[in-house]
């Protein structure tokens, strides 16, 4: 089978790897695959070096064939810039998705940006291909929920498009049920929804000592580390643990925020405005490294605001359940991610705003060693029940076959 993945976020942005361990994936089922991406420029604002001042690139890699793009890219996270950035490359991609790109059997378009679902449909539909469309963030109600997306016309026309893309579908993932029950509130046959969860590779991350290299070059060792590495931006709510850390100033604790984003100098302000020694705010560390990362952690942190609960599920908690260390979860009660840590029996759900909470499980944690090592077993032994590539791509591979077969019109 030919596939068509249309991605604009690709390797070798780090953050977006998952989308080449997918990429990878299909490869090795034995089809054909030709990744149509923009240039890199995710967590940047600019184009990558080495692939600046191209409209047009081409590359061939482990057997992958990588068609690259145009892309407007702007460091500025103002709504209208955004625009530009996901329609340059939506534009860019029909193009060459209709000109250059082999005729495929299957579109496997990965959203958002939303309007990269139109473009897949029309590539599909000119090339008389099937179309497969896997939702990671449900827009736009995120950026609704968020108060990014206010004007009602804007939102009107963007869940007429939502509805438009997802009928257009011949396969629609998800990465969670609640994902599905919104597939089918908007409409969609339940017959052609499939969900496939968020996956960690179990050979790059692995359990490990805690004692590692990253632990060395913070250079706390005697210290409880409490460890978020990701994304400080919408989805995330970071204020409770700083509040947490104000609480515990004289406890032996150290908490480690690893990541870029919008808000992260506003954490940053918290910090220095109460004087935090016991916070550390570090930038991205480079992905060979993440493994240690999550390994040299007493307890790793993934958090989920009230907003983005119903329209997102953090794909950095699959990778916390494969390096076998407890988690707590800060978010509501009533989405994936709480069911996911309760069912794993792997860490502590406290709720979002509620920083005595974070405070008071982590002085607990402090005093029960034994308890955090039996959390430890639990994540790694449910990751290799449930959630490793592999799983994922066997759920993938009857998409494309489900999609090859389908007489969806």
């Not at 149509?36 to 990558?48: I, S």
Request: charge should be positive; hydrophobic fraction near 40%.
């Amino acid at each position: 089978m030919k596939v068509l993945l249309l991605s604009q976020y690709y390797w070798p942005e780090e953050q977006n790897n998952y989308i080449h361990e997918l990429a990878l994936g299909i490869l090795s089922k034995g089809h054909q695959v030709t990744v149509l991406t923009a240039f890199p420029h995710y967590g940047k604002g600019r184009v990558y070096d080495g692939y600046r001042g191209r409209v047009f690139q081409t590359e061939i890699e482990a057997g992958l064939k990588i068609v690259r793009t145009f892309v407007y890219a702007t460091p500025s996270k103002n709504f209208y810039q955004r625009i530009l950035n996901f329609g340059s490359f939506c534009i860019s991609s029909l193009i060459s998705g209709l000109l250059i790109i082999d005729k495929p059997d299957v579109v496997y378009v990965c959203l958002p940006p939303l309007p990269l679902g139109i473009i897949g449909a029309v590539i599909a539909r000119w090339k008389r291909c099937k179309l497969v469309v896997h939702v990671q963030d449900i827009y736009p109600k995120a950026a609704v929920q968020h108060g990014i997306l206010k004007n009602r016309r804007a939102i009107v026309f963007f869940e007429k498009m939502e509805k438009w893309i997802y009928q257009r579908a011949d396969i629609l993932i998800g990465i969670s049920e609640g994902f599905r029950e919104h597939f089918i509130r908007t409409g969609v046959n339940d017959a052609k929804i499939l969900v496939v969860e968020n996956w960690a590779d179990p050979d790059f991350i692995v359990p490990g000592p805690p004692n590692n290299s990253f632990r060395n070059r913070v250079n706390k060792e005697d210290h409880f580390m409490i460890v978020y590495s990701g994304g400080i931006n919408n989805n995330a709510t970071l204020e409770p643990l700083i509040h947490a850390a104000y609480t515990l100033q004289e406890k032996p604790f150290l908490f480690i925020i690893i990541g870029e984003g919008q808000y992260k100098e506003r954490i940053r302000q918290m910090v220095t405005e109460r004087s935090l020694q016991n916070v550390l705010l570090l930038p991205w560390q480079p992905l060979k490294d993440y493994p240690e990362v999550l390994r040299a952690a007493d307890i790793n942190v993934v958090t989920l605001s009230s907003r983005s609960a119903e329209t997102s599920v953090p794909s950095k908690v699959y990778k916390q359940l494969a390096a076998g260390r407890p988690i707590l979860a800060i978010t509501p009660d009533n989405n994936e991610l709480f069911w996911l840590v309760t069912a794993a029996k792997c860490g502590i759900c406290v709720p979002p705003d509620d920083a005595q909470a974070v405070a008071r499980e982590l002085r607990w944690s402090l005093l029960h060693p034994y308890e955090l090592r039996e959390m430890s077993l639990n994540a790694r032994a449910y990751f290799e029940q449930h959630h490793t590539l592999q799983h994922s791509l066997e759920k993938v591979s009857l998409a494309l076959k489900a999609a090859l077969n389908s007489d969806n019109e």
